[in-house]
């Protein structure tokens, strides 16, 4: 992997024999398993993804390279933002909105939900911080889920991967529900249960 400061969304294409092995590697992409009704399922692990060690150009051709092999059919994207940070594992806002916007048409209109898993309130506010840019389209294609149990109705449990750092965060969501939303900041600051 090569440190790059670099950001630009539609640099030149690798072309087909690019080699993205390493980038397999960190698993913050992910195809091959689908949804209840058949639709193939894009999944993305944010935490995985290092945001300042790799480079931009490369990976919007990896993003297009994954894409690319689901989006000719109707697909459905399940994003793990579990333990992530935007300081650590978000390339920039900047490059989001460039990347969304070079990409492919039929990238959006296949595009049939968006799961969000885990969504904190840095996530919440970037999101909002685009929400004027983005359709009404897509913003009813998004759902929020805040317990991976939520995610059953539509995701088939045995198929669906989750990373077992996620399994743990959502046992102690379990036990302290304000975490969900950012109110506080970890189980311990919620003093001794009530009785």
């Known amino acids: 992997m090569v440190l790059a ?91 989001l909105w460039r990347t969304y916007e070079s990409l492919p048409s039929q990238y959006r209109d296949n595009l049939c939900r968006v799961f969000m898993v885990h969504c904190d309130l840095s996530m919440w506010c970037a999101m909002m911080a685009v929400c004027p840019w983005l359709t009404s389209d897509f913003w009813q294609k998004v759902e929020w889920v805040s317990r991976v149990e939520f995610l059953w109705d539509e995701l088939d449990k045995k198929q669906t991967p989750v990373p077992s750092f996620v399994a743990d965060h959502d046992r102690v969501l379990e036990d302290a529900p304000l975490l969900d939303y950012g109110l506080i900041a970890n189980k311990e600051a919620m003093g001794p249960t009530p009785m």
Request: charged content about 25%.
């Open 5 to 95: 400061d670099q950001d630009s969304a539609g640099s030149s294409s690798g072309g087909p024999a690019e080699d993205f092995s390493d980038l397999d590697l960190l698993e913050f992409l992910q195809t091959g398993v689908c949804d209840r009704t058949g639709r193939n399922l894009l999944i993305v692990v944010s935490r995985n993804y290092p945001a300042k060690m790799l480079r931009t150009d490369r990976v919007y051709r990896y993003l297009r390279h994954k894409v690319d092999s689901i989006s000719a059919a109707p697909y459905s994207i399940l994003w793990y933002h579990t333990t992530s940070s935007y300081w650590k594992n978000c390339p920039s806002m900047r490059w």
